[in-house]
C-alpha cells in the first residue's frame, strides 16, 4: 500500500530504462516525499519509521508524508488530526522551509548542469527538454538515469522521473513510475500507455469533471478519444470539451518555459483557536507582511497590488485588494495597506471569529528601475532602508535574530493560546494558478 499497484505498462519492458526513447526529449523529474525525505536525510535515525511534515497545531494539514506513512493512509493535504488516528506512532515534524529550499536549489542546479532547458514548477518537481544535450549526454533515459544517479550520490534522496515526447506524458509517466523509478513513453506506444487508464489520469480532470464523463459512460481515457466531439464540447464545455479530447489522443504543445514570471507572493496562517481580538491579528498581519515583504526583496520583485484573505469560523472565506500608486517591497507599506483593508473588512462584518488570515502581493514586477513615490516631509532614509538592515542581519544570523518590535511578546504570553497553527509561503507562477504554496504530493 506505500505505492499504487503496478499498472499493466509499468510493468512491461516497452516501458523500462530500457524502452525505446526516439523522439521523448521532455523529462518529468519529481522528487520523492521531498520535505520528509529531506527530514530523514539529516535524521537517518528516523528511515524506516512513517514520518509525517506539516502544521503540528489542532488544525495543521500534512505537507508531505514518508511511505512508511503513506501505507496509513495518509495523504498530503489530509488534517493532522485524522493524519494522528491514521497513524499514531508516527513521528510529526514541523516544516522546515529554509532547508526545503536549500534543497530544491540543488536539485535544480543538478538538473541545469545538464540542460539550461529548466522549467521548475514547484521547489520539488521541473519539467527538462534534453534535446540539446543528447549529443554530449546520450539518450533521454540515460540522461534520466544519470541524473537519478547523482541526485542519490550527492544529495542522499530519491526521485522519480518520467522520459516521454510532451510534457504532459511526461509528467503522467512519472507520477506511476513513483517511488524512485523510471517510465518510459515511447512515441510510437504512446496510445498503450494512455488509453487504458482511467479519465481522472488527464491533465485537469479533477473529481467534478470525472463524474459528468463517467455519467456519459466514459471511465476510461479509450473512451473518450473515440466519443464524439460534439458530446464532449455539450458535456463539459467548448474549451474544456476540446482540451480533454486532444489529451486522450496524447497532444500537447506545450513547451519547456525556463522564464516563467511569478504572480504573487506572500504568506497565511491557520490559528491553532479562532480569533476575535484585533490586536492579535494586527500581529498575525505584520508577522505575514514581514515575511512575504522580505520574500519579494529576495527575489528582487516589487508589487503593485495588496490582498488580503479571511477566512472566517464557519470556512466561508472572502478577499479584498488594493491596488497602489507604486509597487513595493516595503513591509510598512504592505502591512499597513493589509491591516486597512481588515479594518474596512471588519466594519462591515462584524467582529466575526477569524481561522485564517493572509497577505498577498501580486502585480509582480522587477525591482530595479521602478520608481519610488516620495511622500511630503518624508526623510531620505526610512522605512526601505531598515528593511534593508534586517535583511542584512537575518541574512547572517537567521530569522529569529531580529523581528519587528510588535511582534515580541509582552510578560504575561499576549499570544498564548492564539499561536499560528499552520504557516504556509505563497508563491504563484504562470503555470501554476493563483495560489503555489506547496503541500507536497
Request: aromatic share 6%; with cysteine; glycine share 10%.
Amino acid at each position: 500500500m506505500g505505492r499504487h499497484q503496478p499498472l499493466p505498462e509499468e510493468r512491461d519492458v516497452r516501458f523500462g530504462p530500457g524502452a525505446d526513447d526516439a523522439g521523448c526529449p521532455i523529462l518529468h523529474v519529481d522528487m520523492d516525499a521531498f520535505y520528509a525525505s529531506v527530514e530523514l536525510r539529516r535524521r537517518p535515525e528516523l528511515r524506516g519509521q512513517p514520518v509525517i511534515v506539516g502544521g503540528l497545531g489542532p488544525r495543521g494539514v500534512v505537507s508531505a508524508a514518508s511511505y512508511e506513512a503513506r501505507r496509513f493512509g495518509v495523504r498530503s493535504a489530509m488534517p493532522m488530526a485524522r493524519a494522528r488516528r491514521a497513524c499514531p506512532h508516527a513521528v510529526y515534524l514541523p516544516p522546515d522551509f529554509t532547508a526545503y529550499s536549500e534543497a530544491s536549489r540543488t536539485v535544480m542546479a543538478l538538473f541545469r548542469d545538464v540542460t539550461p532547458l529548466v522549467e521548475p514548477l514547484s521547489v520539488d518537481e521541473a519539467f527538462l527538454d534534453v534535446s540539446g544535450a543528447v549529443r554530449l549526454f546520450g539518450p533521454p533515459a540515460g540522461i534520466a538515469q544519470r541524473l537519478r544517479t547523482r541526485v542519490s550520490a550527492e544529495m542522499g534522496l530519491t526521485c522519480s522521473v518520467g522520459v516521454a515526447p510532451n510534457k504532459f506524458l511526461a509528467k503522467l509517466a512519472s507520477t506511476r513510475a513513483k517511488p524512485d523509478g523510471m517510465l518510459v513513453v515511447p512515441r510510437a506506444l504512446i496510445l498503450d500507455f494512455l488509453h487504458p487508464l482511467p479519465v481522472g489520469a488527464l491533465w485537469g480532470v479533477g473529481e467534478r469533471t470525472a463524474e459528468v464523463l463517467r455519467r456519459l459512460g466514459l471511465t476510461v481515457v479509450r473512451d473518450i478519444a473515440h466519443a464524439p466531439t460534439a458530446t464532449l464540447r455539450r458535456a463539459l464545455g467548448e474549451a474544456v470539451g476540446r482540451h480533454v479530447y486532444e489529451l486522450s489522443w496524447g497532444r500537447d504543445p506545450r513547451r519547456v518555459v525556463t522564464d516563467s514570471v511569478e504572480k504573487s507572493i506572500g504568506a497565511e496562517t491557520t490559528f491553532d483557536l479562532d480569533v476575535t481580538e484585533p490586536d492579535l491579528l494586527r500581529r498575525a498581519l505584520l508577522a505575514l507582511a514581514d515575511k512575504a515583504s522580505r520574500r519579494l526583496r529576495a527575489a528582487a520583485m516589487v508589487g503593485r497590488t495588496v490582498a488580503l484573505k479571511v477566512r472566517f469560523d464557519d470556512f466561508s472565506t472572502v478577499s479584498r485588494s488594493r491596488t497602489l500608486a507604486v509597487p513595493t517591497d516595503v513591509t510598512r507599506e504592505v502591512f499597513e495597506t493589509s491591516w486597512s483593508l481588515y479594518q474596512i473588512l471588519r466594519e462591515s462584518v462584524g467582529s466575526r471569529p477569524v481561522r485564517l488570515i493572509g497577505v498577498r502581493v501580486e502585480g509582480l514586477v522587477g525591482a530595479d528601475g521602478q520608481p519610488r513615490q516620495m511622500t511630503l516631509g518624508e526623510p531620505d532614509r526610512g522605512w526601505r532602508e531598515a528593511d534593508q538592515a534586517s535583511d542584512a542581519v537575518t541574512a547572517r544570523f537567521g530569522s529569529a535574530a531580529l523581528r519587528p518590535a510588535s511582534l515580541l511578546r509582552p510578560r504575561g504570553g499576549g499570544m498564548a493560546g492564539r499561536k499560528p497553527g499552520n504557516e504556509r509561503d505563497l508563491r504563484s507562477t504562470a503555470q501554476e494558478g493563483p495560489e503555489g504554496g506547496r503541500i507536497e504530493e
